[in-house]
């Protein structure tokens, strides 16, 4: 049950844990934004500490709002820390959870680094760091998310940066275990736990949308990987592979060789004229790299953005 400020309120009558607890919960913290506050603070230090949490760490309000189901009176300790420590076990502080973790891992190593492996208490804190940069980066993450990773010492350039240098060297790799073929699911992930489907999907969407630097632009040619991912057919890639191969070789020449390559391999592989099983996967694979080959961005265009 919840105690009452003041004499004109009701006495709200809920179980410890469940449903309706939680939906209480939720009630009282709309309506009281001091209580809303010591929510959250409780779910960062569960987090933390990775345990129940003490009566004695509680915040003053929700040690003194919650009553025993016997009478009015006032709840013993441990009843209090049972129900506050149920009440921040559930989806909605999820994320507080979360960071509190982050800070636990962070207190333990004395640094403000959090590696992609990174473990606390189990819980892969380095990979939830990775992913709430990857919502931040393309406007999914809230002002009140951002400013908190922030306060703990996270950059968001510094984490794109070591990102994208990650994921480069994990491509490499990637290709070259692949005995050449670039190949990536969505969803894959490297040995050492690099969410690398994910970094190409957010790659080739940066480079789609103009917001790769040049340099960046480069350096992913360089390793191999393009703006376009081959298709999942085995059958359909050798043939990409190779229009890759041949779309390499006349990159760095003037645009009437560039178009006049493009023309033909999009006249041999169209639906149209080719009886290929795979024309067109095939000729979506040439369409989208148009763009990057027939306008390459210059190096110094990075410099205006």
Known sequence: SFNTKASNEAYLLVPVEGPAADAAWRALAEYDEEVKMALVDCAIQYGRTGGPLKFERLPKCLKEIVVSKVGLRKASISWVAEAVTAAVMVPGYEWDVWYGRVQGYMGRTKSNEVPLSAKFRGHAVGEWVAQQFLEWRWGGLDGDKRRRLLKAGFSLQEEVDRSFAE???????????????????????????????????????????????????????????????????????????????????????????????????????????????????????????????????????????
């Open 167 to 305: 994921g480069l060297a994990e491509f490499e790799q990637h290709v070259e275990e692949q005995d050449g073929d670039p190949f990536l699911p969505d969803g894959h992930f490297t040995p050492s736990g690099f969410p690398l489907g994910a970094w190409a999907v957010a790659q080739r969407a940066a480079w789609r949308k103009g917001r790769l630097t040049a340099e960046q632009e480069q350096l992913l040619y360089t390793v191999g990987f393009m703006p376009m991912q081959h298709p999942e057919s085995a059958q359909a890639r050798d043939t990409t592979i190779e229009i890759e191969r041949q779309l390499r070789e006349v990159f760095n020449k003037g645009l009437a060789a560039r178009e006049n390559c493009f023309r033909r391999l999009v006249l041999r592989h169209h639906p149209s004229r080719s009886r290929a099983e795979h024309a067109e996967a095939i000729t979506r694979f040439l369409a989208g790299l148009r763009e990057w080959f027939l306008a390459p961005r210059e190096p110094q265009e990075a410099l205006q953005r």
